[in-house]
């Protein structure tokens, strides 16, 4: 079957930087839409980033772009999510999520998804 996992959270101090990594199992994911998402305590669940399959593009959310860096291994099957300068309001729960067909915004669109990672900022 496939699975997502996600690995990388923890606590961490206003400015610091974190990676998260979302390895794929059961399936190779080279042409898939990789998304990130996250959602914090009485939110809904928003959009960070997504890389298309063909590895041309990348999207961002206004509120990380600049900040934070959506990558992929094809030979690992495995997607990132490099974070800097961390804020207090990027604390949530950290999803990756694969999508074999088309879209990359909406969380309805992605065919599978991990179990999520915290992440937790202090100021």
């Known amino acids: 079957q496939v699975r997502l996992v996600e690995s990388g959270g923890g606590l961490v101090r206003a400015g610091d930087s974190l990676r998260l990594s979302c390895a794929a199992s059961?399936?190779?994911?080279?042409?898939?839409?990789m998304g990130w998402f996250r959602q914090a305590p009485g939110k809904e669940r928003e959009f960070v980033t997504a890389l298309r399959g063909n590895g041309d593009t990348t999207w961002y959310a206004d509120s990380v772009r600049g900040r934070f860096t959506i990558s992929r291994d094809n030979a690992k099957n495995t997607v990132y999510l490099h974070m800097n300068s961390l804020k207090p309001e990027d604390t949530a729960v950290y999803y990756c999520?694969?999508?074999?067909?088309?879209?990359?915004?909406?969380?309805?669109?992605?065919?599978?998804w991990g179990q999520g990672t915290q992440v937790t900022v202090s100021s």
């Open positions: 999520a694969l999508n074999a067909g088309a879209g990359h915004r909406s969380p309805t669109v992605y065919d599978y």
């Open positions: 059961g399936l190779t994911f080279s042409w898939s839409t």
